[in-house]
């Protein structure tokens, strides 16, 4: 392997000036410059960037872990970490951990022990501080992104209730009282959220607990289990509405099992919606999150810690938009 003395030898310089040019650290004049890198491309030299890393106490490299980088909404906050980050001229390391929670702790020891500069972390459902901890002891800048906690970190994420209370308001509003919430695992914080909104809005509309329909289910099983009974009732649901795109998967499949018709026999919305939402038919109302820009906010918040780990931390919520269509009936004036 050439080495940078056999660069250094061949320029006629010394080591520590092909160490400037490489890095950048001091001013070299051009006609050396020209010298050093004609010598590195005749050479073929590359540096070693572990040990470009250590003399840094940098890496240029961030971590994310996303608990499902297949759900479109993660796929889009992906695509934002990765393009903020690359016109930072940093490198992405991105691990799945599959709503695991051991297997989150593990990614996030693989990322610290590759030295990356900070991550960003959605967290599983259920995960617990032993992985959140890793970062205190190791001192590397943490985001949590889309799903929010108390914890004092940097976080980015979308405002998970009022939507759920307006798509509420519209059902109520054109005489749906029996309205479905297909909530999902409520461990998880937005899910949580959506779910404590959609509550609020029903009791606002005059409709007790007692009343109110929801299935929160840990898993996609115990999901068609509930979507099964509540659709199978004496008195079904004339409304759904579902709180994550896999969650209304699961919903339209057993609908359209039973032959409902949207929005006649059944008005459905979903938060976070498909791709080419346009080709449904009917075509679905949906609650849009800003996924690209979350994702490209957090990368910007690890940029801010990583510069500078004294300051205050950030709690950033991005507005969806609620993008009416028939599937609920007429859309609000």
């Known amino acids: 392997m050439t080495t940078m003395v056999k660069v250094a030898k061949l320029a006629g310089v010394s080591i520590s000036t092909v160490s400037h040019v490489l890095n950048g650290t001091r001013n070299v004049n051009d006609e050396t410059r020209q010298k050093v890198l004609k010598a590195i491309e005749e050479t073929s030299y590359r540096q070693d960037a572990l040990a470009r890393a250590m003399r840094r106490s940098r890496t240029d490299s961030i971590g994310l872990i996303v608990s499902d980088g297949g759900e479109p909404a993660f796929a ?91 798509l509420v308001q519209h059902l109520t509003a054109q005489g749906h009282e029996r309205i479905l919430l297909i909530a999902g695992d409520t461990r998880v914080a937005t899910l949580r959220e959506r779910h404590e909104a959609f509550t609020e809005a029903m009791a606002a509309a005059g409709i007790p607990a007692a009343k ?41 499949r057993q609908i359209q099992q039973r032959g409902l018709r949207m929005p006649d026999d059944i008005a459905f919305a979903v938060f976070d919606g498909f791709a080419y939402a346009d080709l449904f038919e009917p075509q679905l109302t949906t609650v849009r999150q800003p996924a690209f820009d979350v994702g490209s906010t957090a990368a910007e918040l690890l940029a801010k810690r990583i510069a500078d780990k004294s300051r205050e931390p950030a709690i950033v919520r991005l507005a969806p938009v609620i993008e009416y269509r028939a599937s609920t009936g007429p859309a609000p004036a």
Do not use: W
Not at 227 to 252: E, H, Y
């Open 76 to 166: 889009e906050m992906i695509r934002g970490v990765e393009e903020t980050a690359a016109s930072q001229g940093v490198t992405l390391l991105l691990a799945n951990s599959a709503e695991d929670p051991q297997r989150e702790a593990r990614a996030v020891q693989a990322l610290l022990e590759r030295r990356v500069d900070g991550l960003i972390l959605a967290r599983v459902a259920g995960s617990g501080l032993d992985a959140i901890s890793e970062f205190a002891n190791h001192e590397t800048p943490l985001v949590l992104m889309d799903r929010l906690s108390e914890d004092p970190y940097d976080q980015v994420g979308v405002e998970n209730r009022e939507p759920i209370r307006e």
């Open 212 to 252: 109110q329909l929801a299935v929160a289910a840990h898993d996609s099983k115990e999901t068609d289990a509930g979507i099964r009974k509540a659709l199978g009732a004496a008195k079904p649901p004339t409304a759904v509405i579902a709180c994550s795109t896999v969650l209304a998967a699961a919903a339209l």
